[in-house]
């Protein structure tokens, strides 16, 4: 939220910046915030919340609760309070099982957690660790999606692009955008990321105009850290744009949340050339297919719902990923 839209003009991201900008939110098909880096005693949070709510979204808090320093229940005590919707906790030892117990006594909200325990999602950035090679990818979601697993938040949150914008790095953060968006499960997003944006949990979100901070602030501060070039890739400019990688994920994630091929909490892998997979939704007839390799690919049978990159010839280009249905 820090870095996300600053309303106060002092330069750091506000709960009034985030409640100005929830029509954004909304119209990328966002259903859930995760609020980090807020005290549940700030003020305006009870009127944020209830905006919030009232639009329509599900607020999760992240917690970093650490059991070797702190009772978990007291620590998630005054979120509670907020009749908050859930939990996203960051990675802890619980050697004791005293964040365990605590989650287990809250069984009507949503947690998202690592490791052990009883959270409703498993985060896990399995995705961007494999990096862009269709077998590794592969290997990861078969790893992640093994039976007897919780249902997976899938993340990208390590990914870095280069600062340069260009097209060959945009590529594969748009086919993996699809990939990441057509697996079961929930699918975790930073802010920035539908922008194509650089892995950065910090970015400053580049909103509109032509010179940093590009609609972030008012503050009259030193925005050198933000690349001028950032100006063809802002929210504004890209909402604008068809073929932007903010439209590629609008586009995706409006047919993730109503189009019915989108069922099953299973996948089964095809058959595919090297350097590529296909895999289908179990009870559906959704089909992503990626092509990691060097040349083009014919593609599985069935209509192209939505790709990463224009097909050519009919057929599947290198650093490209699409749905079928």
């Known amino acids: 939220m820090r870095s996300f839209a600053d309303v106060d003009a002092d330069g750091v991201g506000d709960l009034d910046g985030l409640r100005d900008r929830l029509g954004y939110l909304e119209l990328l098909g966002v259903d859930a915030l995760v609020l980090a880096g807020i005290d549940p005693a700030a003020a305006g949070l009870t009127r944020f919340l209830s905006e919030a709510r009232h639009a329509g979204f599900r607020v999760l808090a992240a917690a970093d609760v650490d059991p070797a320093r702190t009772d978990p229940q007291q620590a998630l005590a005054p979120w509670l309070e ?39 999602l498993d985060f896990n950035i399995d995705l961007p660790i494999a990096g862009f090679h269709a077998e590794a990818v592969q290997s990861a979601v078969t790893r992640v999606l093994a039976p007897g697993g919780r249902r997976p938040a899938w993340a990208m949150a390590s990914r870095d692009t280069e600062r340069s914008r260009n097209a060959a790095a945009l590529t594969p953060v748009r086919a993996m955008a699809l990939v990441q968006l057509a697996l079961p499960g929930a ?28 609609g972030f602030s008012a503050a009259q501060v030193d925005w050198s850290t933000i690349p001028p070039e950032w100006a063809a890739f802002t929210a504004e400019t890209q909402l604008e744009d068809e073929g932007s990688t903010l439209s590629l994920y609008r586009h995706a994630m409006e047919a993730r949340a109503a189009h019915p091929a989108f069922r099953g909490e299973e996948i089964e892998w095809f058959g595919a050339p090297e350097g ?36 050519v010839d009919g057929q599947l280009p290198v650093g490209t990923a699409a749905w079928l249905v």
Do not use: K, Y
């Open 187 to 214: 699918v975790c997003l930073r802010h920035g990321e539908e922008l194509g944006l650089p892995g950065n949990q910090r970015i400053t979100m580049p909103w509109e105009g032509e010179h940093p901070p590009f």
């Open 276 to 311: 590529c997979f296909a895999f289908r939704r179990v009870g559906s007839t959704l089909i992503c297919a990626l092509n990691t390799s060097t040349a083009p690919v014919p593609l599985p049978p069935g209509e192209v719902l939505l790709s990463s990159r224009p097909l």
């Open 82 to 120: 907020h009749e908050i919707d859930g939990f996203h906790l960051a990675p802890r030892e619980d050697p004791h099982g005293a964040l365990a117990d605590a989650v287990a006594r809250i069984p009507e909200h949503v947690v998202i957690g690592s490791g052990e325990g009883p959270w409703q």
